[in-house]
């Protein structure tokens, strides 16, 4: 894009000639001149090779670069006609919400109620509104199950699904089209593309932590394995997907 290239007035997150750099590296860029515009109520999947800096563009966007993970940073990124480099956690807190790969590294508290309230009480929500709100999200998200448990008695897929129901792939589809149907954009960064084929609008390949190419879902379908290889992506067909990750088992869960 050109160097006056601007993201549009209905984009809900952009980044705009953003780079940074970790605090203590000698040389190299986590992100160089990131160009990115997510219109609101879209699916983007960030899509790479490991290492590529899908993970850098997501703390990017929560506000965890430069204000946990510091170091220098070029550019600017909006969520929502907010700065997150420089906005208080507290009210960034309310317009953004991430969920790691590893659950047991965003837990607080030892019950599931307990921890779905947190977030709830650390904005001052009155305790009745909290509780409502509890049981609420928990029908809306197919979670009931999960309520009023202990955390350490969960399994692996449980604690997953307790911040965003990933009990099964099939089930993490369903969470995010309902998510979707509340009008929220979501931001995937995955080089596994089967589980989320059918929602998203775009994939955004990153490399060398800049945007390389964008596919449509057509052109994602339509991508050969080789290709797919060559680009550090997965399988798109489901059928295809579960087959390579479990070839011999009669049953695959993840968790």
């Given at each position: 894009?050109?160097?006056?290239?601007r993201p549009s007035a209905a984009a809900a997150v952009s980044a705009t000639h953003v780079s940074f750099r970790h605090k203590g590296a000698s040389a190299g860029y986590a992100l160089d001149d990131l160009e990115l515009e997510v219109p609101a109520g879209e699916v983007v999947v960030l899509c790479g090779r490991s290492g590529c800096g899908k993970t850098t563009v997501t703390r990017l966007l929560n506000g965890l670069i430069p204000q946990f993970y510091e170091g220098d940073l070029w550019g600017r990124a909006d969520v929502l006609g907010v700065d997150p480099s420089v906005e208080p956690i507290t009210r960034l807190a309310t317009l953004v919400g991430s969920v790691f790969q590893n659950p047991k590294s965003q837990f607080f508290n030892l019950t599931s109620n307990d921890e779905l309230a947190f977030g709830l009480e650390a904005a001052g929500v009155d305790a009745d509104a909290i509780e409502e709100r509890i049981r609420a999200t928990g029908g809306a998200l197919h979670v009931e199950h999960l309520l009023d448990r202990g955390v350490t008695k969960m399994s692996g897929g449980e604690k997953q699904s307790l911040v965003f129901d990933a009990r099964a792939i099939r089930v993490l589809h369903d969470q995010i089209a309902a998510i979707l149907a509340r009008g929220k954009t979501v931001i995937v960064?995955?080089?596994?593309?089967?589980?989320?084929?059918?929602?998203?609008?775009r994939a955004v390949l990153i490399e060398g932590g800049r945007v390389a190419r964008e596919f449509s879902p057509e052109d994602l379908r339509a991508l050969s394995e080789e290709e797919r290889a060559r680009l550090g992506l997965r399988a798109v067909d489901p059928a295809v997907a579960m087959a390579v990750t479990c070839p011999a088992a009669p049953a695959c869960a993840t968790g």
């Open positions: 894009r050109p160097a006056t290239w960064a995955e080089h596994r593309l089967y589980f989320v084929a059918d929602l998203i609008d």
